[in-house]
């Protein structure tokens, strides 16, 4: 099984490091322009799983992303591991997309790879969800613009042929199961890490970078224009949800009994006598002293 | 008019424009979707028929609630006691588990069949919900919005001028408030130009209505004709993982660790004052679950559980404002923390400011005397 000839997508995307302290402001919100940028941490495990499936059953794996120009940082960084190009959708109209209007430019994106290669997707694989945004929704909302199946919540899997076999995590456990391709599968963070980087990858990423000529055979930059997309579709235009107003989540409390600086035994008394802990007492069981 | 009251008018200001105005309340139902876990209703869905009610009784509509699955017996009278006016049962042996085709097969078929579409569509924020509900809302394009913690029905301004043909005053949106930037800021997120504006939400954060026997309502079988490639997914094997089976968000008592602990013995210690109480599980905080020493479904808060017990023991946990929306609707919250200046003094009932590791011990055994008292 090892000769077919997949092709594989991973969705990619770039995202604010808020484990760096640069660009996060006291109140928690995010300044993007001062913010340290890095691959979306979910997608990852993504990539891992494109690249597992390019060495274990054959194809090529291409990255995909959409945002703003320095995103082809991480479509580089996934080559450093071993992706064999990158597309990046970078266009100003594509600003304020929701869910429904970035799965809508990143399915015409597919949608012209797919011609280009004369081969429509095999896999399409994305991380559950971004940390900036938190709604595991782009995923599905391509494969439906589509019409693929769908795996959500991938733990594991494999290829048996054409048929993809996957695990996914449920609530209290997790179920197996197995569709045709083509699918999308939204991987999540149980998946193997993403391993390092390969040192063949490492090297061509130096050569493209003091090579611009050959770089843009590996990383192409496209706008809505070049994958045919309806602006109006689009980003702010094509959105049909608009972020209303946001507030701090407000403060509360305040009206803490703090104990301090007495005997441990006197401070847990009087903690345990002024809550209603007997009512949930273990009585079922006598538990010795 | 006299001198004095045209002095007393401010200087004349350019009428505003009237925005034109949108009613978007159409009398479409507000719709929830009620899962089921091993033919059992999920509790979620009866949060969301909770919601659903309110919702539905601003806009004075009705509230429906699908149910998918096979076999279901009781399953649509108990959602009619909890609070639906229709429920509509889609029952057939290729729905007896949830597959993402089928279901969303049988949703879009009904909201299609309705003479108007819905006006609010809810479903859980699962891994059921979360797979479906993203599916339904790109086959109608319309929005939907993750993980919302708060709801409800109000008016929307639209003045945004980069986007003309949507600027006005639109009635009866809904408001789905979900958390944003690492929960420390809520944003409310409107979609008042399509029907259904649809939404997932958290488990565990909305409280269920009593259940009435008395109430009035309607069972409707809904038609199910799948194709051949809406069943091309097949599930070979359904696995419960026993150590995943932690009911955080059904348990009276909550036991938390935090990075306090300093490793994963101190889960033992936990462990200990948890078997002190009837219905008592453990739970954690996300640093003590990144550090590896108590798996995820332990945890409490942003990316974890959202509890609502009647008493919550936090151990060496700050009470970081992630922490903290997981657990604050607690009825007693008891923290232990050697730091005084620790956030979560600054919103627990009762703090004691010392080491856990004395603190705990020392409570494990006046809750023994206790329990032996008795």
């Known amino acids: 099984m090892t000769n077919a000839n997949f092709n594989i997508y991973v969705l ?15 109140d928690g919100t995010i300044d993007r322009a001062r913010a340290k940028r890095m691959m979306n941490p979910f997608d990852k495990f993504a990539l891992q799983a494109a690249l597992h499936t390019k060495k274990e059953y054959g194809g090529t794996v291409t990255a995909i992303s959409m945002g703003p120009p320095p995103a082809k940082e991480i479509l580089l960084e996934a080559i450093e591991h071993g992706a064999d190009a990158g597309v990046l959708l970078s266009d100003r109209r594509l600003a304020a997309s929701d869910t429904l209007a970035t799965s809508y430019a990143l399915t015409k994106v597919i949608e012209y790879l797919n011609t280009e290669k004369n081969h429509p997707a095999d896999l399409i694989f994305a991380g559950l969800q971004t940390t900036d945004g938190d709604t595991a929704q782009v995923g599905p909302e391509i494969a439906e613009r589509l019409g693929v199946m769908q795996v959500t919540y991938c733990e594991d899997f494999s290829l048996e042929g054409t048929t993809l ?56 930059v496209i706008d ?11 980003g702010l235009k094509g959105s049909p949800t608009i972020v209303g107003k946001t507030w701090k989540i407000g403060e509360v409390g305040g009206s803490c009994v703090v104990r301090q600086g007495q005997s441990v035994a006197n401070m847990v008394t009087d903690v345990l006598d002024a809550t209603p802990v007997d009512e949930f007492l273990n009585k079922k069981e006598a538990v010795p002293v | 008019m006299t001198d004095a009251e045209a002095t007393k008018k401010p200087a004349e200001q350019p009428a505003e424009p009237e925005l034109p105005l949108f009613e978007t309340n159409v009398g479409g139902q507000v719709m929830i979707v009620a899962e089921l876990t091993d033919g059992q209703l999920a509790p979620v ?32 009278n108990t959602l009619g006691h909890y609070g639906a006016d229709i429920v509509y049962v889609a029952d057939h042996a290729e729905l007896a588990q949830y597959r993402t085709m089928p279901y969303k097969r049988v949703m879009c078929d009904l909201m299609e ?111 199910v004709n ?72 332990h945890q409490v808060g942003q990316t974890g559980k959202t509890v609502r017990p009647k008493l919550y023991i936090a151990c060496g946990i700050s009470g970081a404002i992630q922490h903290r929306v ?24 009762h703090g004691i400011v010392g080491d856990l590791y004395q603190v705990v011990p020392e409570m494990i055994a006046q809750l023994k005397r206790q329990i032996t008292a008795a």
């Open chain 2, 45 to 76: 869905g009866l949060e969301l028929l909770s919601m659903g009610r309110e919702l539905a009784d601003k806009l004075g509509n009705p509230l429906s609630c699908v149910v998918i699955g096979h076999n279901l017996g009781d399953v649509p």
């Open chain 1, 12 to 26: 990619i995307k770039q995202v604010p490091d808020t484990g760096s302290k640069a660009g996060v402001n006291p």
């Open chain 2, 226 to 297: 799948l194709t051949a490639e809406d069943t091309a997914l097949t599930i070979r094997d359904v696995v419960v993982e026993l150590n995943k089976n932690v009911d955080l968000t059904a348990a009276d008592v909550v036991i938390a660790g935090g990075y306090g602990l300093a490793d994963a013995e101190g889960f033992k210690l936990m462990e200990e004052l948890a078997s002190c109480f009837d219905n008592a599980v453990v739970g954690a905080s996300r640093k003590a679950v990144d550090a590896g020493w108590i798996p995820y479904v």
């Open chain 1, 165 to 220: 076999v996957a695990r996914r995590i449920v609530e209290g456990g997790h179920t197996v199961v197995a569709t045709p391709l083509p699918a999308l599968v939204t991987v999540a963070n149980a998946y193997t890490p993403l391993a390092y980087k390969s040192l063949r990858g490492a090297k061509k990423v130096q050569y493209l970078a003091r090579t611009p000529e050959v770089e843009a055979e590996y990383i192409s």
């Open chain 2, 326 to 349: 997981g657990m604050s609707k607690a009825d007693t919250i008891i923290a232990i923390n050697k730091d005084p200046d620790a956030p979560i003094f600054g919103f627990a009932d």
């Open chain 1, 224 to 234: 809505l224009d070049v994958v045919n997309a309806d602006p109006m579709l689009a």
């Open chain 2, 113 to 223: 069949s309705l003479e108007h579409p819905p006006h609010i569509v809810l479903m859980g924020s699962t891994t059921t919900g979360r797979d479906l509900a993203p599916r339904v809302a790109a086959h109608f394009l319309t929005g939907l919005t993750a993980d919302v913690i708060e709801m409800d029905i109000g008016p929307y301004e639209h003045t945004n001028k980069a986007d003309p043909e949507k600027v006005g005053l639109y009635e009866g949106c809904l408001y789905a408030v979900r958390p944003s930037f690492g929960e420390s800021l809520k944003a409310r997120i409107l979609g008042p130009w399509k029907n259904p504006q649809m939404a997932t939400a958290r488990p565990g954060v909305f409280v269920p209505l009593q259940p009435d026997t008395n109430r009035s309502f309607e069972v409707k079988a809904i038609p």
